[in-house]
T-cell receptor, first 116, second 110 residues
Framework: DGGITQSPKYLFRKEGQNVTLSCEQN?????MYWYRQDPGQGLRLIYY???????QKGDIAEGYSVSREKKESFPLTVTSAQKNPTAFYLC???????????????FGPGTRLTVT | QKEVEQNSGPLSVPEGAIASLNCTYS??????FFWYRQYSGKSPELIMS????GDKEDGRFTAQLNKASQYVSLLIRDSQPSDSATYLC??????????FGTGTRLQVFP
């Protein structure tokens, strides 16, 4: 079964600790994305990567870091510098933009992070 | 002005009715448009994509695009309680990113 997996589903951390969220895909997609969703709000882009060993900041990158060492994997680290880390974190992937595929993204199940 | 705007709702419709969800976008160069359905506590699921002016039908769903007026809509025919969810509009402005609206919450009551 092709898809995107995120782990864990729920994550609890104490303030001041770094935490890494996992995202893996077996869709052979080139691009991967991290979003944050807060209650009643839309999706905000944190980081994205179009190819291995390269990534770009999104709209709210401060306090987050990523790596893309393998095509299948795009882990997100929430650092202690992130002021309000409690949120629902979503990973997505997409194939390269073509006439047939024009940027549609497919999402993993998400990780709900609570920091106290 | 937000890049992608949606009425937050809730939009309440009776079972069996047509639900009409609207989305406007600000950037005229936008090329691709998507509708995602998100159930409470779950991740978004792609349900429709549309690239050209006009209508695109898939089962009970119809997406409508009007680039001149910069709006895209989603019609859900024969609405069911299981359609109750938040519907996110997304617009692909550049080739590598989507811009999402904040979503419209749809409630279908029996």
């Amino acid at each position: 079964d092709g898809g995107i997996t995120q782990s864990p589903k729920y994550l609890f951390r104490k303030e001041g600790q770094n935490v890494t969220l996992s995202c893996e895909q077996n869709l052979n997609h080139d691009a991967m994305y991290w979003y944050r969703q807060d209650p009643g709000q839309g999706l905000r882009l944190i980081y994205y990567s179009q190819i291995v060993n390269d990534f770009q900041k999104g709209d709210i990158a401060e306090g987050y870091s990523v790596s893309r060492e393998k095509k299948e994997s795009f882990p997100l680290t929430v650092t202690s510098a992130q002021k309000n880390p409690t949120a629902f974190y979503l990973c997505a992937s997409s194939t390269f933009y073509t006439s047939a595929h024009r940027g549609e993204q497919y999402f993993g199940p998400g990780t709900r992070l609570t920091v106290t | 002005q937000k890049e992608v705007e949606q009425n937050s709702g809730p939009l309440s419709v009776p079972e069996g009715a047509i639900a009409s969800l609207n989305c406007t976008y600000s950037d005229r160069v936008s090329q691709s448009f998507f509708w995602y359905r998100q159930y409470s506590g779950k991740s978004p699921e792609l349900i429709m994509s549309i690239y050209s002016n006009g209508d695109k039908e898939d089962g009970r769903f119809t997406a409508q695009l009007n680039k001149a007026s910069q709006y895209v809509s989603l019609l859900i025919r024969d609405s069911q309680p299981s359609d109750s969810a938040t519907y996110l509009c997304a617009v692909n402005r550049d080739t590598d990113k989507l811009i999402f609206g904040t979503g419209t919450r749809l409630q279908v009551f029996p």
